[in-house]
């Protein structure tokens, strides 16, 4: 059955700075997802990417995260100046058009 | 922006019993989705629901949209205690809060 891939698993980062989580998201859809999940909390929507841009996204996608689809499989987010807070799980998801959404096991972001 | 309210926020329940949980909206959605996550694992989708008033099952899990497309109900019927787990309801894209599924043996 088709995945979705996230790397790395686990990331550790120092306070201030940047990180980059990976996902290959399933090779047909069209829309791509990032949720982020704070220990023992509920899955919060970050943002939704479709056709080459951000189709919407939550107040807490603000200018210290950025996505991108560098290639044709690839798709990432990007945390500038990590702060403590940031610490989550970081879900990415990908989904045809109007279909369910299919995640990835999740990238541990730790902030020391 | 679009809020899910989700109830109950958890459930003790024997091994057994049925189980029933729903999620209110005040607003319209398209698709309406039930997601269940085990600890340490990403959302697995269990049933998805496009048009008002669709009632789908998938095995033991029956899922309803409701006719105002504003809220939606998830039945687990005779639990079994790998049913235990966070179960989530989401209106594309956002997620309701969860409801917390225990199944006493």
């Known amino acids: 059955e088709p995945e979705v891939t996230q790397t790395p698993s686990h990331q550790v980062t120092q306070m201030g700075q940047e990180v980059i989580l990976r996902c290959v998201p399933i090779s047909n859809h069209l829309y791509f997802y990032w949720y982020r999940q704070i220990l023992g909390q509920k899955v919060e929507f970050l943002v939704s990417f479709y056709n080459n841009e951000i189709s919407e996204k939550s107040e807490i996608f603000d200018d210290q995260f950025s996505v991108e689809r560098p290639d044709g499989s690839n798709f990432t987010l990007k945390i500038r100046s990590t702060k403590l807070e940031d610490s989550a799980m970081y879900f990415c998801?990908?989904?045809?058009?109007?279909?369910?959404?299919?995640f990835g096991s999740g990238t541990r972001l730790t902030v020391v | 922006g679009q809020q899910l309210n989700q109830s109950p926020q958890s459930m003790f329940i024997q091994e057994g019993e049925d189980v029933s949980m729903n999620c209110t909206s005040s607003?319209?959605?398209?698709?309406w989705l039930w997601y269940k996550q085990d600890p340490g694992e990403g959302p697995v989708l269990l049933i998805a629901?496009?048009?008002?008033?669709e009632l789908t099952s998938n095995g033991r899990l029956t899922a309803q949209f409701g006719i105002t497309r504003k809220d939606s109900f998830l039945n687990i019927s005779a639990s079994i205690p790998s049913d235990v787990g966070i179960y989530f309801c989401?209106?594309?894209?956002?997620f309701g809060a969860g409801t917390r599924l225990t199944v006493k043996p």
């Open positions: 629901l496009y048009k008002a008033g």
């Open positions: 989401a209106g594309s894209p956002r």
């Open positions: 998801a990908s989904s045809e058009p109007g279909g369910g959404y299919t």
């Open positions: 607003s319209i959605f398209n698709t």
